[in-house]
């Protein structure tokens, strides 16, 4: 299995806004199984097929595959929309394309979200909790939204510098590995 590199910032792919998804086939089939793929590699409990350069609106995820033993309870969503949102929560997010970065984002505590899945039957769902923060975090991908637009100017400045030196270190040191910083991987 060759699985896809995941864009990271400040990949500018990942500020563009995803395209709506007119037929569900076997090559979006084949897109979602890659999606999949990576994330459970990583691992993360969410995904948005333009992390992987796809500028087309699906998202993977699965909060229920808590550790490598947990049974795998993937929601795979082709054109999900948030149409209801309720409350407020903040969770401490992390993100497979922001690398060493976590940071407290306030989202709605409860969703009501509607997707077509792959056999193109609709669907309209609640979600609350890591859940629904998840989905708001993946579908934010789907608009060009990083979680590190929902923080102070002040802290994601500090990032962004923090992320040029790494960088540069980077293409200095290319065999120095980085550790990724704890939190939730969406
Ligand atoms: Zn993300």
């Given at each position: 299995m060759v699985l896809r590199p995941i864009l990271q910032f400040?990949?500018?792919?990942?500020?563009e806004k995803s395209q709506p998804i007119v037929e569900i086939d076997d090559e979006l089939r084949a897109l979602a199984q890659d999606v999949l793929d990576v994330m459970y590699d990583e691992p993360g409990i969410g995904l948005a097929a333009p992390q992987l350069?796809?500028?087309?609106?699906l998202v993977v995820v699965d909060t229920d595959w808590t550790d490598e033993d947990a049974e795998k309870n993937p929601t795979v969503a082709v054109n999900p929309e948030i149409v209801a949102r309720e409350g407020k929560i903040t969770w401490t997010e992390g993100c497979?394309?922001?690398?060493d970065f976590t940071a407290d984002v306030e989202r709605a505590e409860k969703i009501t979200l509607r997707y077509t899945d792959l056999e193109s039957v609709a669907h309209e769902v609640e979600a609350e909790g890591l859940r629904a923060v998840c989905f708001q975090h993946e579908i934010d991908h789907l608009d060009?939204?990083?979680?590190?637009?929902?923080?102070s100017r002040l802290k994601r400045n500090l990032y962004v510098q923090k992320r040029k030196k790494a960088l540069r270190r980077e293409a200095e040191e290319t065999d120095e590995h980085v550790t990724s910083a704890p939190g939730t991987k969406l």
């Open positions: 400040p990949d500018k792919r990942l500020k350069g796809e500028s087309v609106r497979l394309s922001v690398p060009g939204i990083l979680f590190i637009d929902h923080i």
